[in-house]
């Protein structure tokens, strides 16, 4: 992991219990393959256990690696880690995704519930000082639809998390099949459906070539009128320069925890459009949520200290559908 994860992705507690599992060939963090200490922990690992910043385990890293069997990664996407030459070494994989997702869902959550409120535009109302501007009619939270695009280990804890609340749960998602919507308690409907009847639309998709801007122009259309959309996924999933055109017509608000470009440049529109909220891309794991991922990562190296199967394994035919 980067070497600045001293210290914070792993507690002294975490460390200790770490140290009861197993025999902890190196304890500082490497935050390259290519250097002699890295080659002889290596050569004595049968696990990585992997944060932000870990290197990518390419064929040279993978062959210097003999007794390899788990690569335990305590954040979430995997993508910038693995090779085929790790898959092809046999290399067990497991993320804390389901972990990292916990605090975007709440994220989401608090930002459907204010949007719905109109709590957003109403404190722009609030702050502008010119009176002519209209105040916003929130349009409220009881009974409202709320769209979820991607029944993704976050859109699956968002529904989890808005099952309280008395609002009508839709979602748009091409793996989803329909009698699973139905255990989830919600309904699976066409994108452009949920697009034209949800006051709120919140994003969960990953980000792959087939989901790259795929809320362009056309699709921001069929927004109804004082809609907003909320984006915790990946920028590149909404076409910026459609949306801003959008936005500036009032006629939709936006929630945004990553854009596209991030991180957005000095003078950016989306930085002066009173009808979007934007946070730094800050909904995942940060402070104090960060022990979940370590916690998860290290319950993975204690089960493959016992014999048992991984709880939360990546394999590699689902690469082309994950986050
Ligand atoms: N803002 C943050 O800090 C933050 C933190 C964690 C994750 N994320 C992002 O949140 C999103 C969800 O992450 P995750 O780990 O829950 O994802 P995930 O790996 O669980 O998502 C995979 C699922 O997405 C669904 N999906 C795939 N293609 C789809 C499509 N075209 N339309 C709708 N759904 C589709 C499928 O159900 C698939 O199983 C990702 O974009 C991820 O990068 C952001």
């Known amino acids: 992991m980067s070497p600045a994860l001293a210290g914070v992705a792993f507690t002294a507690t975490q460390r200790a219990r770490l140290a009861t599992i197993a025999d902890v060939v190196d304890p500082e963090p490497l935050g390259s393959f290519r250097s002699g200490r890295a080659a002889r922990a290596l050569q004595q690992a049968d696990v990585i256990l992997g944060h932000w910043g870990c290197p990518k385990l390419d064929a040279k890293a993978v062959g210097l690696a003999p007794n390899l069997r788990l690569l335990a990664y305590a954040a979430g996407t995997v993508k910038g880690v693995v090779t085929p030459a790790l898959w092809s070494a046999g290399v067990a994989v497991t993320s804390a995704a389901a972990a990292n997702a916990r605090p975007v869902a709440e994220y989401t959550l608090a930002a459907i519930l204010f949007a719905n409120k109109g709590a957003f535009a109403s404190r722009e109302w609030l702050r502008d000082q010119r009176v002519r501007v209209k105040r916003p009619r929130p349009l409220g939270n009881c009974g409202a639809r709320v769209g979820i695009i991607g029944a993704s280990f976050v859109g699956r804890r968002v529904i989890e998390l808005l099952a309280p609340f008395d609002l009508e749960l839709v979602v748009a998602d091409p793996f989803l ?4 919507a139905t255990r989830l308690g919600v309904k699976l409907v066409p994108l452009p459906e949920l697009l034209r009847t949800s006051t709120v639309v919140s994003i969960h998709a990953p980000s792959l070539p087939s989901t790259r801007g795929m809320i362009g122009a056309e699709e921001l259309a069929l927004l109804p009128d004082g809609a907003t959309l909320i984006n915790t996924a990946r920028g590149a999933l909404v076409d910026t320069d459609a949306l801003v055109v959008e936005l500036r017509t009032r006629r939709i608000s936006a929630v945004l925890d990553v854009t596209d470009p991030e ?22 794991a940060q402070g104090n949520e960060l022990v979940r991922l370590a916690d998860l990562a290290i319950g993975e190296v204690e089960r493959f200290a016992k014999g048992r199967r991984p709880l939360h394994p990546v394999v590699e035919a689902d690469l082309a559908r994950i986050a």
């Not at 099949?177 to 699973?180: F, G």
């Not at 002066?272 to 730094?280: C, L």
Request: glycine share 8%; aromatic share 4%.
């Open 177 to 180: 099949r329909r009698a699973e």
């Open 263 to 284: 991180p957005l440049p000095a003078g950016h529109a989306l930085r002066k459009i009173s009808n979007v909220f934007v946070t730094p891309h800050l909904a995942g």
